[in-house]
């Protein structure tokens, strides 16, 4: 596709069940990034992929939250045993070079009830 | 470890007045510098970079930034607001090393 894209655009789900979030770059990029927005507020950092080389998970808020990024393409962020606060919208982008400017998808919306 | 301070949560400014959205980084090495816009229920759109060579660097629907390495700062301009331009900003800065971190936003809105 031309741009990256992201599934679902919104997702309700119960307290304690487990979703999955999926991202899917733009073709030949080779850095992706995650980012949770919480209403109208700040992009807080989650987790980057580089090529092959191991992500940087340094921003997952807790063991519930992990990533993969299967043959340098599709990611999938998967939150377990969901909580209230992790309401928000989960945005991916991605990009080809550190000089160049990231595009990123239209987000899921995530929904705890 | 980089990072992107934008110091104000909001900035209000009146139509057809000239407007600034600060911005200042920590980044080791050469940095690259980028500015988004985010309205209301969208995604994130990007506005403007700076890789190197002239510190005034023009954007989309007539934005611009400036560099200044001494300050560490690249501020978003605008000569001429307009009421349209209300929306989140943000400044994001990265290296060669490819991490990509974002500031807090600033909000802006043009009042008529």
């Known amino acids: 596709g031309a741009g990256v894209s992201q599934s679902p655009s919104n997702k309700v789900t119960e307290k304690g069940k487990d979703v999955e979030l999926r991202c899917d770059p733009i073709?030949?990029?080779?850095?992706l990034y995650w980012y949770r927005q919480s209403l109208g507020q700040g992009l807080e950092f989650l987790i980057y992929f580089q090529g092959n080389s191991a992500p940087d998970k340094s921003g997952l808020p807790s063991d519930r939250f992990s990533a993969e990024r299967t043959g340098g393409s599709v990611s999938t962020l998967t939150i377990q045993r969901t909580q209230q606060e992790d309401s928000a919208v989960y945005l991916c982008?991605?990009?080809?070079?550190?000089?160049?400017?990231?595009?990123f998808g239209q987000g899921t919306r995530l929904t705890v009830v | 470890a980089q990072s992107v301070a934008q110091p104000e949560d909001q900035v209000n400014v009146a139509e057809g007045n000239p407007l600034t959205v600060k911005c200042t980084y920590s980044?080791?090495?050469?940095?690259?510098l980028f500015w988004y816009v985010q309205y209301p229920n969208r995604g994130l759109q990007f506005l403007l970079k700076?890789?190197?060579?002239?510190?005034l660097v023009k954007g989309s629907y007539g934005f611009e930034a400036e560099f200044n390495k001494s300050q560490t700062s690249f501020h978003l301009k605008k000569p001429s607001a307009l009421v349209s331009d209300s929306a989140l900003y943000f400044c994001?800065?990265?290296?060669?090393?490819?991490?990509?971190?974002f500031g807090g936003g600033t909000r802006l809105m043009v009042k008529p």
């Open positions: 982008a991605s990009r080809s070079q550190p000089n160049t400017e990231a595009f």
């Open positions: 073709s030949g990029h080779t850095a």
């Open positions: 700076y890789i190197t060579g002239d510190n």
């Open positions: 994001a800065a990265s290296n060669a090393g490819n991490m990509l971190t």
């Open positions: 980044v080791s090495g050469n940095p690259y």
